[in-house]
């Protein structure tokens, strides 16, 4: 206990804060290496979340397959683009107003779907132990087997696609 | 809890100390040992035998000039080896290194911390490993130190793959645990995993050489084409960091080969030797000797790393990608059909 907040909620608020900040970071740095490297670290901080809620395997799997995995592509092709000078094109107002609104309605629906989130009762998996790889498993491969290989499918479909789009020419 | 925290500390500064002491070593072995495959002496001048020779390189490593490009960005240069070397000592924590030993009355476990998700543990600091090298190398301002650096996040992308796919059959073979203690426990009374897993080794070996970056898969730092690849623009303890962590994932590399396959700590016959000792369960000494077992096998990993190195030219680039998308790859999806097939035979899996 330290001035009235456990250690758990001290670290929610510590996390939280720097998510928060690396992901505006991300917005707001000019020079997209940076961008990309502050993404990275927002995705440890979200891990650290994961953490929190006892879910260490989501939280070793985010960093293995985003930070580990996309976010080296994403800076792998960053890199060679060469974008260290400010050379990006200047948007006109035009879009930038259209991008506000579409913006400022994601907002609504997210502010929205968090207001009915409290009335929302705990998961049927009560348990604090969900997280863990045994039990993440067995729910993944007896109950939800169904959503679990559509979203194989799902995947696999997007692979096969981006090979296409990919090839240079098609035989 | 003070001893607790005592016990930890310790632990965990002798497996800081371990890593640093082996990598320091390995260079002087690597010298030595090419020496011996070339029909050189190798480094002889620096104590007895050359012992000295890792701290008179370390020496001159802090001593020399440092040189930081003006035009590059200097957070993100120093950056770079510092993630590099940070995620080369941490991926020592989670390695068994002996069985629980009694201290003083205590049962205290020779290991900084058994994580039930040990091996993905691994595989997330291996993976952001890589970052170390694309920021130094992309921070340099350099074409060449950005090719290298491409060279190496691809390379390592594409490996992390195939050795994904080999542990996942070892899981298997090991009864479905992911903490690498229980791994090596579970080799105790029966067969190392390399009996089950022949295959599985063999990937996981290449896989971890093209992971260390080791010649033959050394192409970051190809001087031939790249001057000094990712490290060109780094000098003094810097290019020190990155040298030395390389041999840091070695030692580590080795030292979860040996977990994962020739059973860590423990070796044939062992519980008849402690029985004819009369050591009981939790001894000093089997700890020791446990420990003693487990290096010797980490230190004939090194060696064939080493002697791979003195031995094989270099890959070249589009070989590289064949070799790890269309040989290793496809191998280790046979080798998990396998896998499944033999064990569903042991009685391992049941549907």
């Not at chain 2, 002996?98 to 091996?119: C, E, F, P, R």
């Not at chain 2, 691809?154 to 203690?181: D, F, K, N, P, W």
Request: a neutral charge.
């Amino acid at each position: 206990m330290l001035l009235g907040y456990t250690i758990t909620q001290w670290l929610f608020g510590i996390l939280s804060f720097l998510s928060i900040m690396f992901g505006l970071m991300v917005v707001f740095s000019r020079n997209p290496v940076n961008s990309v490297l502050y993404l990275v670290l927002t995705f440890f901080c979200i891990a650290g979340h994961y953490l929190l809620l006892n879910a260490q395997f989501l939280a070793v799997v985010h960093i293995v397959v985003y930070a580990g995995a996309i976010m080296v592509l994403f800076l792998f092709v960053i890199m060679l683009m060469d974008l260290n000078h400010d050379n990006e094109p200047q948007k006109t107002w035009l879009t930038k107003i259209i991008a506000g609104i579409a913006g400022g309605m994601l907002l609504c629906v997210l502010v929205g779907s968090l207001k009915g989130s409290e009335q929302l009762g705990i998961s049927q998996y009560g348990s604090s132990q969900i997280g863990m790889v045994k039990n993440l498993g067995k729910v993944l491969f007896s109950e939800f087997l169904f959503p679990f290989e559509i979203a194989s499918i799902l995947l696999l479909a997007a692979l096969v696609g981006s090979i296409m789009i990919g090839k240079k020419e098609i035989k | 809890m003070l001893t607790f925290i005592i016990y930890k500390l310790i632990i965990c500064v002798a497996v800081f100390g371990l890593s640093l002491a082996v990598a320091a070593y390995s260079t002087l072995w690597e010298r030595k040992l090419s020496a011996l495959l070339q029909d050189r002496v190798g480094p002889d001048r620096a104590g007895p035998f050359g012992l000295l020779q890792p701290l008179a390189d370390g020496g001159k490593m802090f001593f020399k000039e440092e040189i930081i490009p003006n035009v590059s960005n200097k957070f993100l240069f120093i950056l770079g080896p510092s993630l590099v070397m940070l995620t080369a000592l941490m991926t020592g924590a989670v390695i068994p290194w002996a069985k629980d030993a009694y201290v003083g009355g205590t049962l205290y476990s020779m290991q900084i911390t058994d994580i039930n998700i040990g091996i993905l543990y691994l595989f997330g600091v291996v993976s952001v490993g890589v970052y170390g090298i694309m920021i130094g190398g992309w921070a340099s301002n350099n074409k060449y130190a950005l090719l290298g650096s491409m060279r190496a996040s691809s390379q390592m992308i594409s490996y992390e793959i195939a050795m994904g796919i080999a542990v996942i059959a070892l899981i298997i073979t090991s009864g479905g645990t992911l903490s690498l203690r229980e791994i090596v426990e579970q080799q105790d009374a029966g067969l190392a995993n390399i009996v089950w897993q022949p295959l599985g080794f063999i990937i996981f070996f290449v896989c971890a050489l093209a992971e260390t970056n080791r010649a033959p898969f050394d192409l970051p730092e190809c001087e031939a084409e790249l001057v000094g690849g990712y490290h060109t623009e780094y000098s003094s303890m810097k290019l020190g960091l990155f040298l030395f962590a390389e041999y840091i994932n070695m030692f580590i590399s080795s030292a979860v080969m040996a977990a994962f396959y020739f059973g860590g700590y423990n070796f044939p016959f062992a519980q008849e030797l402690y029985d004819a000792m009369g050591l009981a369960d939790g001894s000093k000494w089997i700890a020791i000797i446990g420990f003693a077992a487990y290096f010797t096998k980490i230190f004939l990993f090194i060696s064939v790393f080493m002697w791979i190195r003195w031995t094989l030219p270099r890959f070249r680039y589009d070989q590289l990608m064949n070799l790890g998308w269309r040989i290793l790859l496809p191998l280790s999806l046979l080798n998990l059909g396998i896998t499944v097939v033999v064990e569903y035979f042991r009685g391992h899996i049941t549907f």
